[in-house]
């Protein structure tokens, strides 16, 4: 499956917990988006990364998100001290290099549950 | 601000009863507009991009149209299986971020 992957696909973390967030993109696909749909509303885009470097976090929280995407394995989204507020499915896409054509292709999502 | 209002916010149709989704945007510079589908508990699955006023695709039966204002998602005699959420999103010149449009719940009765 040549698939753009996350995991885990369900987490759950109690409030000031630490959450991480796997993705690995589609193979030859070097850009990673994370997006946050939250529960009855529509998909806001949160970060966009290159290998190394982050291109674009106008959609982040200022405080307690974080994102990265090392040279070697997936890209991570990081949550620290979760609030309830967090609870939403935040989904990961990908898209080869930037051209003349730009579709992002999306993962299944993780599902993040604060109790 | 990018804005992106889809119309109506749900749909139901009968088998082969046909019909079109709305989705109007707002953008200072409109670098594509894309269309996908969601079902419920899944990602959003790729359907299309269009990049110029005038441009239309076609997928099985489904056809995106687009002018300078709105794109139209049209179903052509649709089954049970096109039962889904469809989101349109807008990417502005200069920027990756895609900025969705709330959806159309669509649901196909047989």
């Known amino acids: 499956n040549a698939g753009v992957m996350q995991n885990p696909r369900h987490l759950v973390r109690r409030r000031g917990q630490e959450a991480r967030l796997r993705c690995s993109p589609m193979?030859?696909?070097?850009?990673v988006y994370w997006y946050r749909q939250l529960p009855e509303e529509g998909l806001k885009f949160m970060v966009y990364l290159q290998k190394e470097n982050i291109i674009d976090e106008s959609g982040m929280p200022k405080e307690r998100f974080s994102a990265e995407f090392p040279k070697e394995g997936p890209s991570i989204l990081r949550i620290q001290q979760v609030v309830r507020g967090d609870s939403a499915a935040y989904f990961c896409?990908?898209?080869?290099?930037?051209?003349?054509?730009?579709?992002?292709?999306f993962g299944p999502g993780t599902r993040l549950t604060v109790l | 601000e990018d804005q992106v209002t889809q119309s109506p916010e749900a749909l139901r149709l009968q088998e082969g009863e046909s019909s079109s989704l709305n989705c109007s945007y707002t953008v200072s510079g409109l670098r594509g507009l894309f269309w996908y589908r969601q079902d419920p508990g899944k990602g959003p699955e790729f359907l299309f991009t269009?990049?110029?006023a005038g441009e239309e695709k076609e997928k099985e039966r489904l056809k995106a149209t687009l002018t300078k204002k709105e794109s139209f998602l049209h179903i052509t005699a649709p089954k049970p299986e096109d039962s889904a959420t469809y989101l349109c999103a807008v990417q502005e010149t200069g920027r990756r971020a895609l900025t969705f449009g709330s959806g159309t719940r669509l649901q196909v009765q047989p």
């Open positions: 269009l990049y110029s």
């Open positions: 193979k030859g696909h070097s850009h």
């Open positions: 896409a990908s898209s080869p290099l930037p051209g003349a054509y730009n579709e992002q292709f």
